[in-house]
């Protein structure tokens, strides 16, 4: 298998003057990616169709305005934000595998649906990642003003700025079962066994342990802060 990359791209740029006294300008960006990745998953290249795929939105603003209010004062405004999603989750997200599988008494979310996570003592693990699905937004939005008032040889700039960041994640934690064969059942002595007995405990459906989370583990987190300057160049010359 290999990769699959699509992206699309789109940027638009505004300059306009107002009137004599007046101007703004606008840029904006914007970016579409879906990317899969047969190795994504658990094993790497040992186990074919456990591939992964993410998906990247990303959007870019840029904008001011600019206004003489006098032949020595000019103010300048200013506003910009820049923002991410993304979204990584198996091929096999939306089908319940433990129910295809048979694998009883696991209630699955049809929103994390998916492969379940299966661990041979001795072989490389396989199915979807734990953490899948995985979400997470995040950004920041910027806004200043700032006045410059030019007068026998002083430049003077008074100016404030906001600035807002977020983070939003959605963690998961084995939401379709963890399942971990140590060949336990298949040891006369009942010792965990790594390689042919822990197959031999997978082949016969003997578990040592089912790990299983339903509920998502949100990440939020939220910044504000401000600032305010006033700066003086003076010519002495």
Known sequence: AVNNNRS???????????NDHTSFFVRYAWTHGDNFNPSLGQARDFYPNFGGTTQSRNR?????????LSP???NEFRFGLNQTRQFIYGQYLGRDMNRELGITNVA????????????IDGFPN?????????RFRAGNYQLSDTLTWTKRGHSIKFGGELFWTYYNENNYNSPRGNFRFRGRA?????????????FADFLLGYLNNVELGDVPKPSNFRNRQGSLYVQDDWNVT
Not at 11 to 17: A, F, K, L
Not at 108 to 119: I, S
Request: proline residues 5%.
């Open 126 to 134: 396989f199915g979807d990642r734990d953490a899948w699905p995985n």
């Open 186 to 198: 298949s040891n006369t002595s009942n010792a965990v066994s790594s390689g042919s007995l822990s």
């Open 108 to 119: 699955v979310d049809p929103q994390v649906a998916g492969f379940p996570l299966v661990r």
């Open 72 to 74: 020595g004062l000019i």
């Open 8 to 18: 699309r791209v789109m940027s638009i740029r505004v300059d306009q003057r107002l």
């Open 60 to 68: 870019l603003l840029s904008s001011g305005l600019t206004r003489v």
